[in-house]
T-cell receptor, first 116, second 110 residues
């Protein structure tokens, strides 16, 4: 079974440029998560989707970050414009559902962003 | 949100059991304990989780104390490939939110 797929794996951009990250969750997983991981820290949740609906985006900086999950499968996370402090690893995870044992999250390899 | 406390680092000899402790004294009755690990430059990898009873799978065993205020992850025969940061997490109810702490950096030595 294929795991969570993310692309690109690495991205280098100049500040003020836009950037987008793509995630394909495990087949059949209804719940999708985007996390931000700064160097030396644990991941922090940015947004959670239940199918197409963003049910928790309280930690998403909405002035520059946006996300979408069309048709309840793939998802895209966008930053516009990027700032130096956005340099981090962006992780995508998915789970079969929410609640009980269904909520085990499986992570992709992440996209490492460097803003110059 | 229940907070976890882990030692920042531990060493283990290759082939020996690695016992990673975690304190979660404020855990609520319906909150699960999850363990993930993260090998350098990779995404977090799910290891095991439990609610009240001890759990075992092909990767590890999870021992949860009767009062649920602490737990121990056991890697029965550590290998060099088990060198990673291990995160103990208390999942917040049915919110889907995993709150990662600093984790324990486990160094397996030959």
């Amino acid at each position: 079974e294929a795991g969570v797929v993310q692309s690109p794996r690495y991205k280098i951009i100049e500040k003020k440029q836009p950037v987008a990250f793509w995630c394909n969750p495990i087949s059949g997983h209804n719940t999708l998560y985007w996390y931000l991981q700064n160097l030396g820290q644990g991941p922090e949740l940015l947004i959670r989707y239940e199918n197409e609906e963003a049910v928790d985006d309280s930690q998403l900086p909405k002035d520059r970050f946006s996300a979408e999950r069309l048709k309840g499968v793939d998802s895209t996370l966008k930053i516009q414009p990027a700032e130096l402090g956005d340099s981090a690893v962006y992780l995508c995870a998915s789970s079969p559902g929410v609640g009980g044992r269904e909520e085990t999250q499986y992570f992709g390899p992440g996209t490492r962003l460097l803003v110059l | 949100d229940a907070k976890t406390t882990q030692p920042p680092s531990m060493d283990c000899a290759e082939g020996r059991a690695a016992n990673l402790p975690c304190n979660h004294s404020t855990i609520s009755g319906n909150e699960y304990v999850y363990w993930y690990r993260q090998i350098h430059s990779q995404g977090p990898q799910y290891i095991i989780h439990g609610l009240k009873n001890n759990e075992t799978n092909e990767m590890a065993s999870l021992i949860i104390t009767e009062d649920r205020k602490s737990s121990t992850l056991i890697l029965p025969h550590a290998t060099l490939r088990d060198t990673a940061v291990y995160y103990c997490i208390v999942r917040v109810g049915n919110t889907g939110k995993l709150i990662f702490g600093q984790g324990t950096t486990l160094q397996v030595k030959p």
